[in-house]
Nanobody
Framework: QVQLVESGGGLAQPGGSLRLSCAAS????????MGWYRQVAGKARELVAT???????RYAEFVKGRFTVSRDNARKMVFLQMNNLEPEDTAVYYCYYNPITIPPTTTPDWGQGTQVTVSS
C-alpha cells in the first residue's frame, strides 16, 4: 500500500502560479510513474502530467509550456509547478502513483486531492 499526500493547492489569479507537492510513503517501488491528474466538477478525471523515476515525462496538451512536473526520488516526492494559470485550470488535482511492472498494473494509487481555484 502506498499513501499519497498532496499540498500546495489554493486560490490564484489568472496568470498566477502555484506549486503542488505530493509525498509518497509506504511500499513505494521503483521504477514507477508519479504525477498529476485533475478533475473538474461534473467531468472525468484527466491526465495533467506524469514522470517516471528516470524523468520520462508526459504532459497533457493543454498544459504544455505552462506546467512543469518534477521529482525528488530521494524524498519520494513529485511536484507540479503551475504557471500562467487560467480559470479553466480550476479543478481538484490528484497525485498519481503506479509502479512500472510487466505486465503493467491496472490499480494505481491516488491521493485525496487538493483544490486549485483560479479566479479574478
Amino acid at each position: 500500500q502506498v499513501q499519497l499526500v498532496e499540498s500546495g493547492g489554493g486560490l490564484a489569479q489568472p496568470g498566477g502560479s502555484l506549486r503542488l507537492s505530493c509525498a509518497a510513503s509506504g511500499s513505494v517501488l521503483s521504477p514507477n510513474v508519479m504525477g498529476w491528474y485533475r478533475q473538474v466538477a461534473g467531468k472525468a478525471r484527466e491526465l495533467v502530467a506524469t514522470s517516471t523515476t528516470r524523468a520520462s515525462i508526459r504532459y497533457a496538451e493543454f498544459v504544455k509550456g505552462r506546467f512543469t512536473v518534477s521529482r525528488d526520488n530521494a524524498r519520494k516526492m513529485v511536484f507540479l509547478q503551475m504557471n500562467n494559470l487560467e480559470p479553466e485550470d480550476t479543478a481538484v488535482y490528484y497525485c498519481y502513483y503506479n509502479p512500472i511492472t510487466i505486465p503493467p498494473t491496472t490499480t494505481p494509487d491516488w491521493g485525496q486531492g487538493t483544490q486549485v481555484t483560479v479566479s479574478s
